[in-house]
């Protein structure tokens, strides 16, 4: 006997092959294209409202708009961001990684620097440098302490859509615009203007696919986190009303598990007795040093008070009142 599982074809997954039966979804989606808004669908998980995002962009960029207007073609693909409890309205078009920025500004080019200082010293002491040689090795030991955050900004859904709209050639051929080349994945945009869909997607369909078996992970369960911004909610934070209405725990792979310590123990053979644990929060950070037997170093300047500290459990080795105060050579 046949079932859907058993006739199920790979074209199930073609947006062109998707059926739009409804008459006034149908209304909705050529008004929305019409007045230039977007559109916004409810319904219960499974109902259909991401594939018909993927079923317009096949439509549009199959058989274009049919109302008169003039627009570039469309990309057969809509552009697709998966909102978040902790997302930001920039999230929708860009995500900056300060933290790898930081990294290539102040740590891989201040390494790259010194290179190129022993190289420079190493020539001159073996011979008499003309002035220009000198003056060439200054601009490049320079240009290494340079650059722009541009190969650190990804852009998101609306961000590759504006963009999209131009073009990747008219971006770089204008003068205000072709520093956007540097942008990561840049070079993945096609060079001709294009229309797109953008999909907007929500993410609370975890319940229902938890509930139903799947496997249930998180990188930490912290229940507030610390940025700029002030505090936000951690990942037990955003996991909690998941166990709550599934009854399923979470198992969490990153802090305070220890495994994880484990694992880069033993892929860089480090020590733990001869490493430091320095965290701002008890219940993780402290925690799961405590664990892998690391000397821990608390820093007041996060989540973690002073007072917090009188009533907690856990007894780090050493208190601070923030990164800058640790003096590594004065521990032991």
């Known amino acids: ?64 708009i049919k109302n008169g207007e003039r627009v570039c073609p469309f990309i057969d693909k809509p552009f697709v961001f998966n909102t978040k409890t902790t997302s930001a309205s920039t999230d929708l078009f860009y995500y900056y990684d300060a933290v790898r920025h930081f990294q290539r500004r102040y740590v891989d080019d201040q390494d790259r620097l010194k290179i190129s200082t022993s190289v420079s010293h190493e020539v001159k002491v073996g011979m008499e440098e003309e002035p220009s040689t000198l003056t060439v090795k200054k601009e490049s030991s320079e240009s290494l302490m340079s650059g722009t955050a541009h190969s650190f900004i990804k852009l998101n859904a609306l961000g590759k859509a ?40 929500e993410i609370d369909k975890a319940i229902e696919l938890v509930a139903h078996g799947a496997k249930f992970i998180t990188a930490s369960d912290e229940k507030k986190s610390l940025t700029e911004n002030g505090i936000k909610a951690g990942c037990g934070a955003i996991i909690a009303p998941i166990e709550s209405a599934t009854g399923c725990k979470a198992y969490v792979v990153g802090k305070p598990n220890h495994l994880m310590i484990r694992n880069v123990e033993r892929e860089f053979g480090i020590n733990p007795l001869e490493t430091l644990m320095i965290g701002d929060s008890l219940d993780t950070d402290i925690d799961v040093g405590e664990q892998a037997q690391m000397t821990t170093v608390l820093v007041l300047s996060g989540i973690t008070s002073r007072e917090q500290l009188k009533h907690s459990a856990y007894e780090p080795d050493y208190v601070f009142e923030n990164v800058g105060c640790i003096k590594l050579g004065e521990l032991p």
Do not use: C
């Open 1 to 64: 006997m046949f079932d859907l599982t058993s006739i199920r074809t790979k074209r199930d997954n073609s947006p062109e092959h998707y059926l739009l039966e409804d008459k006034g979804l149908e209304a909705a989606v050529q008004m929305a294209i019409w007045l230039g808004k977007p559109l916004l669908l409810t319904g219960l998980p499974g109902t259909g409202k991401t594939q018909l995002a993927y079923k317009v962009a096949n439509v549009l960029s199959s058989n274009g």
């Open 162 to 201: 504006i963009l999209q709209a131009w073009g990747k050639d008219a971006i770089l051929a204008n003068e205000k615009l072709s520093d956007l080349g540097n942008l990561a994945e840049f070079d993945d945009m096609q060079n001709e203007p294009r229309s797109s869909v953008v999909l907007i997607d």
